[in-house]
């Protein structure tokens, strides 16, 4: 297992930007996929994006042409750049990883042993 910490939620209005860092300790050689999911009021976890140990993403199809995913694996860190946010951007991010698959937008979130203690996001109109 690993640890998760997030950082950079926070508010800003539509149209806004934010990026959201997450940095993991641990035990965090071979295999990780990490990722990000949501949780707005309400409603239940989806997942947001994800990217595997080469780099390679996958992001939701909705979010595709407003969030951008990367990481650096030797920092064991995944940043969320989201751009044109909307207020129903509004929820918790949770950044995730995984030492098993998928690593993909299937993914469910038992499919992610490990979460981080969350950030929020808040996006006002």
């Known amino acids: 297992h690993v640890q998760l910490v997030e950082s950079g939620g926070g508010q800003v209005q539509a149209g806004g930007s934010l990026r959201l860092s997450c940095t993991a300790s641990?035990?965090?050689?071979?295999?990780?996929?990490m990722g990000w999911f949501t949780q707005g009021p309400g409603k239940k976890r989806e997942v947001v994006a994800v990217?595997?140990?080469?780099?390679?993403?996958s992001i939701a199809p909705l979010l595709l042409d407003r969030f951008t995913i990367s990481r650096d694996k030797s920092k064991g860190k995944v940043d969320l750049q989201m751009n044109s946010l909307k207020p129903e951007d509004t929820a918790m991010y949770y950044c995730?990883?995984?030492?098993?698959?998928?690593?993909?937008?299937?993914?469910?979130?038992?499919?992610?042993?490990?979460w981080g203690q969350g950030t929020q996001v808040t996006v006002s109109a």
């Open positions: 990217i595997d140990p080469w780099g390679n993403p």
């Open positions: 995730v990883a995984s030492d098993g698959e998928p690593c993909a937008v299937l993914a469910q979130p038992a499919n992610f042993p490990d």
């Open positions: 641990g035990k965090t050689e071979g295999y990780y996929c």
